[in-house]
């Protein structure tokens, strides 16, 4: 998320200032050395001082240690990425009234501005801020952002279909030097595809298959009642604890 921000152009008037926590000094060093312009606030309390928006992204199980003390003030904005933790469990650890916080899910490919951020409410400085790294898609309340969270889950099963794919095609007597780099290669060609946001996603699975061929034969015979109904079980697993918070 910070290279994202540190990389975007937002207005024209280049990147924002950042102030890291001196936590995770690996993660921190890594990024004062490709950003020089990142300050390094010597507490948690010190970068909620130095801070107009705070951006808490720690372990659900550190909130409050994280935020004890510190000295937020009127015309802050508090975003929280952290899943599964409620907004109003981060306004207890905030323990200020008036306060405005938000929710979000920032994915790995905010580094590169690859996809949108869910937030909610609307808080216009955070709009703003996700606007800078892929686009803010801002959801009605946090019930629809417990759903995204849970479907946020998928993502290396995703993967992992890939990976199954490839293990398949050498146990049928492909090397992994031919199987792994052509399967990647096809997965990562329906790219543009899931990026056309404009196009049903009905439409884009039909576009990729013909009537009969071997692309509608493995969809529907792996994606039928049983397995979808068993899928879909799996993620109401993911969102009930997604709900928790």
């Known amino acids: 998320m ?11 008037s280049g990147p924002p200032p950042v102030v890291l926590s001196p936590r995770g000094a690996a993660n921190v060093d890594r990024l004062r050395e490709k950003f020089p312009q990142i300050t390094v606030a ?8 130095k801070s107009d928006l705070i951006v808490v992204a720690v372990r659900p199980d550190q909130l409050d240690d994280a935020l004890a003390d510190a000295p937020f003030r009127d015309g802050q904005t508090v ?5 599964g933790v409620s907004i109003d469990a981060v306004r207890r650890a905030v323990g200020r009234d008036g306060i405005p916080v938000a929710r979000a899910i920032p994915l790995p490919p905010v580094a590169e501005h690859g996809v949108n951020v869910p937030v909610t409410p609307g808080i216009p400085t955070a709009v703003e801020l996700f606007n800078r790294i892929g686009g803010a898609l801002v959801v009605p309340d946090e019930s629809q952002m417990a759903v995204l969270s849970a479907a946020t889950g998928a993502c290396t099963g995703l993967l992992q279909y890939i990976s199954s794919l490839v293990d398949w095609s050498v146990d049928h007597g492909l090397s992994q030097d031919v199987a792994e780099p052509f399967i990647r290669g096809m997965a990562a060609s ?56």
């Open 42 to 49: 010597a507490s948690n309390a010190d970068v909620v001082e």
């Open 190 to 245: 329906l790219a543009p595809s899931l990026t056309d946001t404009e196009t049903p996603m009905d439409q884009v699975i039909r576009s990729h298959e013909t009537p009969g061929g071997l692309n509608e034969q493995l969809r529907t015979t792996f994606f039928d009642a049983a397995t979808t109904a068993q899928f879909h079980e799996a993620l109401d697993g993911t969102w009930r604890r997604a709900s928790e918070g």
């Open 79 to 83: 975003v929280s990425v952290l899943a």
């Open 2 to 12: 910070v290279e994202g921000l540190l990389d975007s152009t937002g207005d024209g």
